[in-house]
């Protein structure tokens, strides 16, 4: 009887220690590094909102009290940003939902970038990654700790990357229509957010199969996109097409070369941001270097693309504000985490993890417990109201 008791033991052991029960702990793990990614975010709601944030809620509430929008409610973004605001603002005026959803998102953005992991190198690179972004993705600096353009677009656009890798595993077309419509979905809220239409096409057009087959799954994938792009074009329509056109395009147009925006201004601004945003992910930059040269070629494609189409949308931006930045988080903590979990000597993975968490740890722990008196003179909270 003690030996067959034993032997149960050893089979419910085995059970636990093999694929299914590390694919259980792995999901605990990254379930644990989502709470822990809202928690870091938790103390930044009650900082106040920045220039950005408080632009965004004061327009969603004149249009909400019947201001026209783009005429008397005027702002230079798409519809599902002023949506998303109004429906926070309904929660409650005082604007504390604006930052509670950056805590949901810096928990959902640590999933969905879990979920990228597993799927371009399996449970290692999930977790690593999920860890990374957590810290990483507040990014002080970068204004992570937000509720940007940048940051609510990134997050169907990271989500459509996910649907975009899943079909390419399943070849369900559920996946890749799911993932044109959430790449539509992040064009809503900022006219930067077309990096997850560039990557699903990427993954579309480089699959495996005859050309016509993937030339079909690409036009599975524009099917889902065009659908909510269809429906801001139709409610810009109604309000006004020249009012409508001048505030998502006309207006960033007509400002190329003009003597705020030409080349040396551009040049400027860019140096400007430089040191900023190499505060907070200079050394994610650097070690994506060797995570790209180390990532299989499947999963390289996506990865090189995405970084592209964000590098794109950060110099299409003009300014050069520093939330500008946050687009490329995702796909440059992907590729440095792998490159934390690849290389053979462990203890140069623990180097490169601690390279990677250590520094935007420590501005945290700088940032977090500066008094609310003092925040308006802290060079960071500065640089968030410029």
């Known amino acids: 009887m003690l030996n067959a008791s034993v032997r149960q033991e050893d089979r419910d052991a085995a059970v636990t220690t093999g694929p299914a029960g590390r694919d259980r702990r792995a999901l605990w793990i990254i379930a644990a590094l ?21 632009g965004y809620a004061y327009v969603a509430q004149q249009w909400s009290r019947g201001a026209r929008l783009y005429d008397t409610a005027w702002l230079d973004r798409p519809q599902g940003l002023l949506l998303t605001y109004r429906g926070l603002l309904a929660l409650g005026e005082s604007g504390w939902a604006i930052r509670a959803l950056m805590v949901l998102i810096g928990a959902l953005m640590t999933v969905l970038i879990a979920s990228i992991g597993a799927l371009l190198a399996g449970r290692r690179l999930a977790i690593a990654a999920a860890a990374v972004y957590a810290v990483v993705g507040v990014a002080p600096h970068l204004e992570g700790m937000t509720l940007n353009g940048e940051l609510l677009a990134t997050v169907p656009a990271t989500a459509s990357v996910a649907a975009a890798l899943q079909w390419r595993r399943s070849r369900r077309t559920a996946w890749l229509l799911g993932a044109g419509v959430l790449a539509g979905l992040a064009l ?12 699903g096409l990427v993954i579309a057009l480089g699959a495996a199969g005859p050309r016509r087959a993937r030339l079909g799954s690409a036009a599975v994938f524009l099917g889902g996109f065009v659908v909510p792009v269809v429906a801001l074009v139709v ?14 395009a006309g207006y960033q147009l007509s400002s190329f070369d003009s003597a705020h925006n030409n080349a040396d201004t551009r040049w400027t601004d860019l140096v400007g941001s430089l040191p900023f945003m190499l505060w907070d992910i200079g050394a994610v930059i650097v070690i994506t270097l060797l995570g790209l040269r180390l ?30 930045y946050v687009q490329l988080l995702p796909p440059l903590v992907l590729a440095a985490s792998y490159a934390a979990v690849a290389v053979s000597s462990r203890g140069l993975r623990v180097t490169l993890a601690a390279i990677l968490v250590v520094p935007a740890l420590g501005w945290m722990v700088a940032l977090i417990p500066v008094h609310t008196r003092s925040r308006t003179r802290h060079p960071v ?6």
């Open 235 to 248: 409610d810009g329509w109604s309000r006004g097409w020249s009012r409508y056109w001048t505030a998502l």
């Open 295 to 324: 990532l299989p070629r499947g999963g390289r494609g996506p990865l090189v693309w995405w970084l592209v189409a964000g590098l794109v949308a950060v110099n299409l931006g003009g300014s050069y504000w520093t939330h500008y």
């Open 188 to 199: 809503t809220m900022k006219q930067s957010g077309f990096d997850g239409l560039v990557v």
């Open 381 to 386: 909270f500065r640089l968030i109201r410029s």
């Open 34 to 54: 989502a709470v822990l990614a809202g928690a870091l975010r938790l103390p930044y709601v009650w900082t106040g909102l920045s220039t950005d944030e408080g």
